[in-house]
């Protein structure tokens, strides 16, 4: 794979700064705390479903955000992006963990049936992220941006699965155009994706 386009600051200007500015606002820990919010408002009042997924998006997605700028500042990692794929390892050990232990409390606490699902799925596929990224450098924003997509659709109806493929398209095009991955990776990141939801719909969640 060719040096990503946004590599250095002097290369992060024009359409570029723009695709960056993108990915890092679309991505995997933003887009679960947004899916986190919308299932917890399917099921509860606004109050009750906005803590609610405030529990999950802190244990799934905030709390693996602040390691990452922790590592980065301390310089335990050399880019947000983390090419290197050794360095995602313990990110990646730390939201597996965040996602047990969101699942665990709205276990315990009887959370809505659809965060609980939510969390089994998050638990699963960074866990299924985690191994493949020992040996390969595959799409997470992929993964993320097809989960999402579909899991959408299966709560909301599938009008939102429609209305969500342009930014599925958008996404997987960013990543390509930034370098950060190739074709084979962003598919790769798409099968993982819609194979995780499979997975989950096999055992009765959404």
Sequence with gaps: ????????AEMTTGLVRVARIFSNVVSPSVMFAVIGLAVAWKELPFWEGLLWAAVYGFWVSLMPILLVVYMLRT????????????ERRLPYLASVIGSLI????IQLFNGPDLLRCLAIFSTLELAALAVITNFWLISIHATSIA????ISGLVFGWWTLILLLPLVVTVCWVRLYLRRHNVQQVVA?????VITVWVLIQIGCF
Excluded: E, Q
């Design 102 to 105: 969101a699942l665990a409390i």
């Design 189 to 193: 990141g798409l099968a993982l994706g």
């Design 75 to 86: 310089g335990r990692i050399s880019d947000l992006h983390m090419s290197n794929t050794r």
């Design 147 to 150: 989960s999402v997509t579909i």
């Design 1 to 8: 794979m060719n040096t990503p386009r946004d590599n250095t």
